[in-house]
């Protein structure tokens, strides 16, 4: 049995679109590899459509994977049943990114986060149930419990509904928590009070997480790991101090290039990306990210990386876990 919290395996999600040219398949995951432990968090990140959603979702369920294996506490979730995913659920929750359309309006804040506890079974009766989600929404932040459980979700701010879905994820004591883009709708000044609010939720709980981002200075901050991901695939993957001060691949390169400097106030030496922004109707052969590498242009467009495609693999100079898919890196 797999010493990982999670593991996906080759994971692929594909959509059928209808197109002029007419009908099409987007494979918006294209075979991703990765791991989260029991405590740490994972971000994955990328572009606007590289993906993260749909793996996001995947793992959670919410999508049909097309391919590969979504291995949670040592069960295949594709594999399981309905009734044995229903069992399961309490285990693994998402956080979403808009807290308008993730929390009904009609429903009082209490009876939000009581809902999970009534869907599971959990707790004896209505007293213990709101004895227990009191309890969570003061955790989170919204005090007094009482009179804040009292108003409708729609009566709240982004920032206090974001509590309140955090609250009901987190009132079933999950194992693993997707969280997809969490704070991007928020105004910036409530941003580090919600992502303060979910280390000591992860923490209290020793819970994995699989943060989705597209903002790497962000997965720097808050995330152990960082997975790279671009049209579908992960390209590269390590610890965040290791990916940012050092990107192997060029994909991360050009990324991490656009992240400000903080303490010189200087500029890096911004890589900008040519080419057409690709699309998962039409990856490109070989490398998928070759048409837009800098480093392809540099050495002479070297034919490898138009046919083959490369394999995540460890970096053999790092010594850690740290792995890319670039011919040029290894
Ligand atoms: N239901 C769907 N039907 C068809 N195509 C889809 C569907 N959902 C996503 N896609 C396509 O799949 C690709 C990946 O989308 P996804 O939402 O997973 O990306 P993302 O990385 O989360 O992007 P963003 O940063 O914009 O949220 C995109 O090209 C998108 O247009
Ligand atoms: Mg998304």
Redesign the pocket.
């Known amino acids: 049995m797999s010493e990982h919290l999670l593991v996906v395996e080759d994971l692929e999600v594909q959509?059928e679109?209808r197109t002029p040219d007419g009908r099409q398949v987007?494979r918006?995951v294209d075979g991703v590899n990765l791991h989260v432990d029991r405590g740490e968090t994972l971000a994955l990140v990328?572009?606007?459509?590289?993906?993260?959603?749909?793996?996001a979702n995947a793992v959670m369920r919410l999508v049909e994977p097309t391919g590969g294996r979504i291995v949670f506490e040592g069960r295949d979730l594709v594999a399981l049943s309905g009734r044995e995913l229903r069992a399961m659920r309490p285990r693994f929750q998402m956080i979403f990114q808009d807290p308008f359309e993730s929390l009904d309006p009609r429903r009082t804040v209490l009876d939000t986060v009581i809902e999970p506890l009534n869907i599971h079974g959990i707790g004896a009766d209505r007293a213990e149930r709101e004895a227990l989600a009191l309890k969570a929404l003061e955790r989170a932040g919204l005090t007094p419990p009482a009179r804040i459980g009292a108003r409708y979700t729609h009566q709240l701010s982004g920032g206090q509904r974001q509590r309140v879905a955090i609250a009901s994820a987190m009132i079933l004591e999950p194992a693993l928590v997707v969280a997809d883009?969490p704070v991007s709708m928020l105004d910036v000044s409530l941003r580090a009070g919600i992502l303060t609010l979910m280390a000591e939720m992860r923490d209290r709980l020793g819970a994995g997480y699989l943060f989705i981002t597209?903002d790497l200075s962000l997965a720097w901050m808050f995330a152990d790991r960082v997975a790279v991901?671009y049209l579908g695939r992960i390209v590269e993957e390590g610890t965040s101090a290791e990916v940012i001060d050092s990107p192997a691949h060029p994909y991360t390169q050009a990324l991490v290039s656009v992240i400000p400097v903080p303490d010189t106030g200087g500029a890096r030496e911004r890589i900008v990306l040519t080419g057409e922004s690709p699309?998962?109707l039409d990856i490109p052969p070989g490398c998928r990210f070759h048409p837009r590498c800098p480093l392809y242009r540099e050495l002479g467009e070297p034919e490898r990386c138009r046919t083959e495609d490369p394999e995540l693999l460890p970096l053999l100079s790092s010594g850690t876990a740290r792995r890319a898919a670039c011919h040029e890196s290894h």
Do not use: D, F, L
Not at 46 to 55: L, V, Y
């Open positions: 959509y679109v987007a918006a990328g572009e606007s459509g590289s993906g993260k959603t749909s793996t883009e597209h991901m699309s998962p």
